[in-house]
């Protein structure tokens, strides 16, 4: 599966942005859905999750309350809604497709395919 990540862009603390992250040569709901960040200096993030099996959602405590991940299967398509964001919210934001179970979900090892990223810059 290939994947594109759009949607990045300035804004300021407090602000929303929608991440999209469109699929092709495979269908989204085949593999289990994921959204990174990696900071400059930093470790790429776990952010969010979407379980291929069952719908589960999980989220990084971080962002948990103001992030939602979605998926719109007709579109073949996952997203990031960001609400509330804040200045450590900035980094390169990145999706990935994989198929690991339990706590490998919330890891980059978990993930197989990934899209490039796109950055979201939070101003205070």
């Known amino acids: 599966v290939q994947l594109q990540a759009s949607g990045g862009g300035l804004v300021q603390a407090g602000g929303s942005l929608s991440l999209s992250c469109a699929a092709s040569?495979?269908?989204?709901?085949?593999?289990?859905m994921a959204w990174f960040r990696q900071a400059p200096g930093k470790e790429r993030e776990f952010v969010a999750t979407?379980?291929?099996?069952?719908?589960?959602?999980y989220y990084a405590d971080s962002v948990k309350g103001r992030f939602t991940i979605s998926r719109d299967n007709a579109k073949n398509t996952m997203y990031l809604q960001m609400n509330s964001l804040k200045p450590e919210d900035t980094a390169v934001y990145v999706c990935?497709?994989?198929?690991?179970?339990?706590?490998?979900?919330?890891?980059?090892?978990?993930?197989?395919?990934w899209g490039q990223g796109t950055q979201v810059t939070v101003s205070s």
């Open positions: 990935a497709a994989g198929t690991a179970i339990f706590s490998a979900t919330k890891t980059p090892q978990g993930y197989k395919y």
């Open positions: 040569g495979d269908t989204v709901n085949a593999y289990n």
């Open positions: 979407r379980i291929r099996s069952g719908g589960r959602l």
